[in-house]
């Protein structure tokens, strides 16, 4: 297989502290902005004060409570808003929940009739999404530089992701300061699914993509040292590798041009609909049963992975690729996530209900090879188990 595609990658990043002092200078003066955010962290934190003390001379309408896992009707609640106050920027400010939110709502905003869910799955004829920026707060998701947007919409029990290239943020801030505030479970979080966006797009097939493959290696190496080192230390350093490793995890970068999979995340996405688990914790729970069930395709790039960020020594591939799963599984759980489903106390999985979740979201067959269907995830949520 040659290797084909088109990266563009258009968000201006602004990394590093006192990064939000600049905002002022990445949003024109006429513009109307609409702050968007989460449950009130940013109220309590100081990053609120921070970009209103920026925004002094803008017009500003703010919307909060974007919850995690952002809901539908709230975003549609916003876009009222956001029409109604004629707004003509979108600026999210939190975490993967909010910045999707935000995304979203920069193309539902502009849709005027019909139902913007189905209008965005069906793709066609769309309006010109709003500019939006970002505001990161927790590292994890990537999404303030990316296409997609992940929404739920609990009255028809679903949570999809939505890719839009043109949703992409115009500006990303990343200050890694707005990080001292987070609970060390979204840390966790945040590390551990950084981790999983780096794994779906390296462990597939052996096809020539050393840069992308070698890229990944060193995203992974980052955050396996230091995703541990941010749950103990306070310090810069662990804050800013962190935050600029998940963020080059789902930029585009190490993805194009080479065979994807992102059936772990799918998944995820189901129990996270049909059990309200976080959204990492959903992924170290399928991940390695997924990886071990697909042992035939991935084995060449499980050994490669095992040896060149695990060291592990073994010649025979297999060997090394059940060894890369083991300490992936370790991580996981030096993490305080979940590998198992007995690891969540009270949780009972129906695998038949995810099947069907996969089903309406017109997500099977899954994997690299298109060969997860109905019956391989039932088996691998039978070895979760
Ligand atoms: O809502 P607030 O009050 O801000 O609190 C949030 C929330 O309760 C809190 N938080 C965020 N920054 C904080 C903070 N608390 C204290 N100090 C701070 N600095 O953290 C909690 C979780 O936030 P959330 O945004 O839900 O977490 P995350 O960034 O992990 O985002 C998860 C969402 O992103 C989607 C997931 O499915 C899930 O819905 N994803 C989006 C992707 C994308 N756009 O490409 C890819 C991912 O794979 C993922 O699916
Ligand atoms: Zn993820």
Not at 93 to 122: E, Q, T, Y
Not at 162 to 170: D, L, N
Request: proline letters at 6%.
């Amino acid at each position: 297989m040659t290797m084909t595609f088109t990266l563009e990658t258009p968000t201006r990043i602004l990394f590093g502290e006192g990064m939000i002092d600049e905002l002022a200078s990445q949003i024109g003066p006429e513009e109307r902005v609409l702050l968007l955010y989460g449950g009130g962290s940013i109220m309590r934190n100081g990053v609120h004060d921070r970009i209103r003390q920026a925004l002094a001379g803008h017009v500003v309408t703010e919307f909060g409570g974007i919850e995690p896992n952002p809901e539908y009707e709230t975003v549609m609640r916003a876009a009222v808003l956001a029409r109604e106050e004629k707004v003509t920027f979108i600026l999210g400010v939190g975490g993967g929940s909010v910045i999707d939110a935000a995304k979203f709502l920069s193309c539902a905003a502009p849709i005027g009739g019909g139902d913007a869910w189905d209008r965005m799955l069906g793709g066609r004829d769309l309006p010109e999404p709003l500019p939006s920026g970002a505001i990161l707060t927790l590292p994890a998701t990537g999404s303030e530089s990316n296409p997609v947007s992940v929404i739920s919409r609990t009255a028809r029990g679903l949570k999809l992701p939505f890719k839009r290239e043109a949703a992409r943020p115009r500006f990303a801030i990343l200050d890694p300061s707005t990080m001292k505030s987070l609970p060390r479970r979204q840390l966790e979080n945040g590390v551990v699914d950084a981790v999983t966006h780096v794994l779906e797009q390296y462990l597939t097939l052996p096809v020539n993509a050393p840069v992308q493959h070698g890229y990944s290696e060193a995203l992974l190496a980052v955050l396996f040292e230091w995703g541990p080192r941010l749950l103990v230390e306070d310090s810069d350093e662990a804050r800013e590798n962190v935050m600029w490793a998940a963020n080059q995890a789902l930029n585009g970068l190490i993805g194009a041009g080479v065979p994807q999979d992102w059936s772990t995340h799918m998944i995820g996405h189901a129990l996270t609909a049909l059990h309200g688990l976080d959204h990492a914790r959903s992924l170290s729970l399928v991940m390695p049963h997924l990886m071990r069930n697909r042992m035939p395709n991935k084995v060449a790039m499980l050994a490669r992975y095992g040896r060149r960020v695990w060291g592990v020594a073994e010649a025979d591939d297999r060997a090394a690729a059940d060894l890369a799963i083991a300490r992936t599984e370790d991580f996981f759980r030096r993490m305080n996530c979940p590998v198992a489903v007995r690891d969540v106390p009270g949780l009972a999985v129906s695998p038949d209900k995810v099947v069907q979740h996969l089903e309406e979201a017109g997500q099977l067959p899954l994997g690299e090879n298109a060969d997860i269907g109905a019956a391989e995830v039932r088996a691998i949520l039978k070895a979760a188990g």
